[in-house]
């Protein structure tokens, strides 16, 4: 089978960093994403690593190990606005197709 | 730019009713998908179509069926609504099937009692 195994929540004050964990087992691999979603809305997209190691984006980074099966998505200057929850998603075909982890709630506490 | 739309925002059906729910982009992309997700889960693909005129079963298929009406519409039917389809639906696209991003709307949350 395909399973992701990310933490269901994890807590962090205002200022601070935190990193958020994604192992995978899949059929095949060609690239980590990850998704932020807001109260149950939209899933936005983040990043996307297809090779290893650190991509980053502003405030974001995110990692990749092919040789472990890991990756991680690093928030830095932590703000009360990213109090949502983060997906990964593993695409293991050519044709693009999407497993999610089931996500991890993220707190930011003031 | 509107994105992704979905209609209805919310639903509430009976077992055994049927209903199709609409999605739409204006991006011009080429691949479009249907996603569930369910309480404390992560998404799970129903159904995905990779350019207009294919359509492609996804982890969960089961209980749907899906139409690419043209390169901008998806729409997903459920023919005899069970409870165990109670969910939230998102519909994405992406400029072709391979391109690592999606962009999701804003769901419809599903209700069958």
């Known amino acids: 089978g395909q399973s992701l195994e990310q933490p269901s929540e994890v807590t962090a004050v205002e200022g601070a960093i935190v990193q958020i964990n994604c192992t995978y087992q899949t059929s095949g691999f060609y690239g980590l994403s990850w998704y932020q979603q807001h109260d149950g809305g939209a899933p936005t997209f983040l990043s996307y690593?297809?090779?290893?190691g650190l991509e980053e984006t502003g405030r974001f980074s995110s990692f990749l190990s092919r040789s472990d099966s890991y990756g991680y998505l690093l928030l830095q200057e932590l703000q009360m606005k990213d109090s949502a929850s983060y997906f990964c998603a593993v695409r293991y075909n050519q044709g693009g197709k999407l497993i999610f982890g089931q996500g991890t709630e993220l707190s930011v506490k003031p | 730019n509107a994105g992704v739309t979905q209609t209805p925002k919310f639903q509430v059906l009976k077992t055994g009713q049927s209903m199709t729910l609409q999605c739409a982009q204006d991006?011009?992309?080429?691949?479009m998908y249907w996603y569930r997700q369910d309480p404390g889960m992560g998404l799970r693909l129903i159904y995905y179509s990779a350019s207009e005129g294919t359509t492609d079963k996804g982890e969960v298929p089961n209980g749907y069926n899906v139409s690419r009406l043209n390169k901008r519409e998806f729409s997903l039917r459920l023919e005899s609504a069970a409870p165990s389809q109670t969910s939230v639906y998102f519909c994405?696209?992406?400029?072709?099937?391979?391109?690592?991003?999606?962009?999701f709307g804003p769901g419809t949350r599903l209700l069958v009692l």
């Open positions: 994405a696209s992406s400029e072709r099937l391979a391109k690592e991003t999606q962009y």
């Open positions: 690593n297809a090779l290893d």
């Open positions: 991006m011009n992309h080429n691949s």
